[in-house]
């Protein structure tokens, strides 16, 4: 049993580094052509969009990955969990936010008030259950305490993609329209926070697909 269970880890961490490398790859292409102006809008919200959907199979697939041991518990019963599996549970509520922002992204003509209630507030909310979702992680790969673990393999997944959501957040915040100029508060900032956090859960991603879950205590990608 425990050969299987191992096996099946195994293929879902796999499964989930691949889609967090793609989803942080296509992001920061988004970014990169929203930045540099070399493509339209609706290609870069498509762009986004293909990303989030990668953003989503992988947070999905962590829960899938956390939840891999003997004994399940009901999705509902929280306390029953280890920090593990919420963390991979907030993660993907974060990607499903997400998805409601890059869906509404594709609407024409919204005011300030509408694109910051459909479109800025669901991106901030995913990024602060990104947050909630690292700091759970970090918590887990320290034992309960945030610790600098460089010698774990699963501690630079968990440190590079909190940082990757810290660059999220910051992006998000500048991404904010301002009712008088109908503009965001700092594109530059919107586009580099994103290019560089989306960077960073590529890279997050890559290293996750060389560490080796167990049935017992599995690091989770944030």
Not at 70 to 99: C, I, K
């Amino acid at each position: 049993m425990d050969q299987v269970l191992t096996r099946r880890s195994t293929r879902l961490n796999l499964v989930a580094a691949v889609a967090f490398v793609l989803g942080g790859s296509l992001f920061a292409l988004g970014a990169a052509f929203a930045q540099l102006g070399v493509a339209s809008l609706p290609t870069v919200n498509v762009t986004y969009l293909v990303g989030g959907c990668f953003f989503t199979l992988g947070g999905y697939v962590s829960i899938l990955l956390a939840d891999n041991t003997d004994e399940h518990m009901p999705w509902w019963r929280f306390r029953s969990h280890p920090r593990s599996w919420l963390s991979a549970f907030v993660l993907f509520v974060g990607t499903l936010f997400f998805a409601i922002s890059l869906v509404a992204a594709f609407a024409e003509g919204l005011t300030p008030r509408q694109s910051n209630g459909w479109i800025w507030f669901p991106d901030m909310t995913g990024c602060v259950c990104f947050l909630v979702s690292g700091h759970l992680a970090m918590l887990d790969v320290g034992a309960g305490h945030i610790r600098v673990l460089t010698h774990l393999v699963g501690w630079w997944v968990v440190a590079v993609n909190q940082l990757g959501s810290v660059l999220f957040f910051l992006a998000g915040i500048a991404a904010f329209t301002r009712p008088a100029t109908s503009s965001a508060i700092d594109t530059g900032l919107v586009n580099w926070g994103t290019f560089t956090g989306a960077a960073c859960f590529a890279v997050g991603g890559v290293i996750q697909a060389f560490d080796t879950p167990t049935t017992t205590r599995t690091v989770v990608q944030q």
